[in-house]
């Protein structure tokens, strides 16, 4: 199994997550079966039935509902309310909480993120999220929930990989005990409209990956989990998935950890899907 990042609060996650975002049930129990126990999913993406329906084959089985780590996120959408929200996902996923809830995406107004947080906390004291967090929030929108939460975030989920490292931000959140998921971590491998974010095909990354008699893609992965980053990478094609997740028997160099560093242009691909409007 692979490794945690934790948190002095108890907080624990697991090293590597599955995307969800094109769930198919095949590859979800294609990843469960090889070692992911971290799934990553969000009311938005409308698999959680799917995941909900695959994991009820696993729980209890197969394993234990304490050894998976489920995220998902609330759509900070007018018309959506948390509790309501969270109540139709753990319905979906058929389970009676999740690991970590988080906000998709911050709105430009503070205090709206911050009545939005207030609800999720909330949630927490009902049971039904254990920790709670944030995604696709700046710096300074984290400051102000931190400043006013009564429960801290624990999580920031971020796009985030060699060509767009976010040093700043990971080092802000390294020093608030707030540990990062990187969302599309291997750029746009593969994609017609990726923004020149093909980072498997960057030669620096490809001499990196013959010297280690790795994969692009595990070079990528193994760059971010070294830098105590938990990449959530999504692919249903079961060779990909295992490669994936098979970045776990070796260790970049120092040397070659800054080569890598040098490849940050800060760019990326275009931001998570907004949420549908609701009926």
């Known amino acids: 199994m692979a490794s945690f990042q934790?948190?002095?609060?108890?907080?624990?996650?697991?090293?590597?997550?599955?995307?969800t975002t094109s769930a198919e049930e095949n590859?979800?129990?294609?990843?469960?079966?090889?070692?992911?126990?971290?799934l990553d999913?969000?009311?938005?993406?409308?698999?959680?039935?799917?995941?909900?329906?695959?994991l009820k084959k696993w729980i209890p089985n197969k394993i234990k509902r304490e050894d998976i780590?489920?995220?998902?996120?609330?759509?900070?959408?007018?018309?959506?309310?948390?509790?309501?929200t969270i109540k139709k996902t753990l319905e979906?996923?058929?389970?009676?909480?999740?690991?970590?809830?988080?906000?998709?995406?911050?709105?430009d107004d503070n205090e709206n993120n911050l009545r939005i947080w207030r609800k999720l906390e909330e949630q927490v004291d009902a049971g039904r999220a254990k920790y709670i967090g944030l995604s696709n929030f700046t710096l300074e929108q984290?400051?102000?929930i931190l400043q006013n939460a009564r429960i801290k975030p624990v999580n920031l989920q971020v796009q985030l990989?060699?060509?767009?490292?976010?040093?700043?931000?990971?080092?802000?959140?390294?020093?608030?005990?707030?540990?990062v998921v990187a969302w599309s971590p291997l750029g746009s491998p593969g994609s017609k409209h990726g923004n020149g974010l093909d980072i498997i095909e960057n030669d620096t990354v490809k001499q990196i990956a013959k010297k280690y008699n790795k994969l692009p893609s595990q070079i990528a992965l193994r760059f971010l989990i070294q830098k105590n980053i938990v990449p959530i990478p999504k692919s249903v094609t079961p060779e990909r998935i295992g490669q994936n997740f098979n970045v776990f028997d070796f260790v970049?160099?120092?040397?070659?950890?800054?080569?890598?560093?040098?490849?940050?242009?800060?760019?990326?691909?275009?931001?998570?899907?907004?949420?549908?409007?609701?009926?």
């Open 27 to 38: 590859a979800l129990d294609h990843a469960l079966e090889i070692g992911y126990r971290h």
């Open 252 to 279: 970049i160099s120092e040397e070659d950890v800054k080569i890598l560093e040098a490849l940050d242009k800060n760019v990326f691909k275009t931001g998570p899907p907004r949420p549908p409007k609701k009926d």
């Open 41 to 54: 999913t969000a009311y938005v993406y409308q698999s959680e039935a799917l995941i909900g329906k695959v």
């Open 142 to 144: 984290i400051e102000y």
């Open 69 to 84: 780590f489920i995220t998902s996120k609330f759509p900070p959408r007018d018309g959506f309310d948390p509790e309501e």
């Open 161 to 179: 990989h060699l060509y767009g490292q976010r040093k700043e931000l990971v080092e802000y959140c390294r020093k608030n005990n707030i540990t």
């Open 92 to 107: 979906d996923l058929q389970l009676d909480y999740v690991d970590l809830y988080l906000i998709h995406r911050a709105s």
């Open 6 to 19: 934790t948190l002095p609060n108890g907080f624990k996650i697991p090293s590597i997550g599955y995307g």
